[in-house]
T-cell receptor, first 114, second 114 residues
């Protein structure tokens, strides 16, 4: 059974804290993605990666950074958490190359910044 | 741009058909996708259609694609209460740096009444 695993389902952090959200996939996928999901706004892409040590900005990268030291792991970092980063965070992975590719999603991490 | 638009809410009675509509702007998209998100879970691929097709049927699901109008629809026959979820339309990005990236709509919340 293929899996994308996010380290926490729920997280509460204080304003100004550095926050790490971890994501691991066991499918040997090249592509990994971090989205945030907010009511009425759908999914917005924060960062994505096509290979180890490679990253590209998505639509809303401000206030975030990422790390991909190993193929299976993609970490999202909130350098200094703020209340407007309270959201549901979804990690996804997919295989590379042409053709229709299915993106596999983790269960999500609901982050609350107080 | 790669804007994907869909209405936010749809309510139907159990046993009726549901039709969820989506419009997209990137005519170069090769594949168009429908994802389903059940409460408290990540997204899961429901079905997809290649851009040179105009219809695809998979059990209770029918996908219609009107490439001229850039309109995609998902029809669910004999809708059940278990179909209540958020449905996301997505299009594939063009080649180059966006290869493998998906562009999602805001999601349609389908509510099925018994």
């Amino acid at each position: 059974d293929v899996k994308v695993t996010q380290s926490s389902r729920y997280l509460v952090k204080r304003t100004g804290e550095k926050v790490f959200l971890e994501c691991v996939q066991d499918m040997d996928h090249e592509n990994m993605f971090w989205y945030r999901q907010d009511p009425g706004l759908g999914l917005r892409l924060i960062y994505f990666s096509y290979d180890v040590k490679m990253k590209e900005k998505g639509d809303i990268p401000e206030g975030y950074s990422v790390s991909r030291e190993k193929k299976e792991r993609f970490s999202l970092i909130l350098e200094s958490a703020s209340t407007n980063q309270t959201s549901m965070y979804l990690c996804a992975s997919s295989s590379g190359g042409q053709g229709a590719t299915e993106a596999f999603f983790g269960q999500g991490t609901r982050l609350t910044v107080v | 741009g790669e804007d994907v638009e869909q209405s936010l809410f749809l309510s139907v009675r159990e046993g009726d058909s549901s039709v969820i509509n989506c419009t997209y702007t990137d005519s170069s998209s090769t594949y168009l996708y429908w994802y389903k998100q059940e409460p408290g879970a990540g997204l899961q691929l429901l079905t997809y259609i290649f851009s040179n097709m105009d219809m695809k049927q998979d059990q209770r699901l029918t996908v219609l694609l009107n490439k001229k109008d850039k309109h995609l629809s998902l029809r669910i026959a004999d809708t059940q209460t278990g179909d209540s979820a958020i449905y996301f339309c997505a299009e594939s990005g063009r080649g180059g740096s966006t290869l493998g990236r998906l562009y999602f709509g805001r999601g349609t919340q389908l509510t099925v009444w018994p």
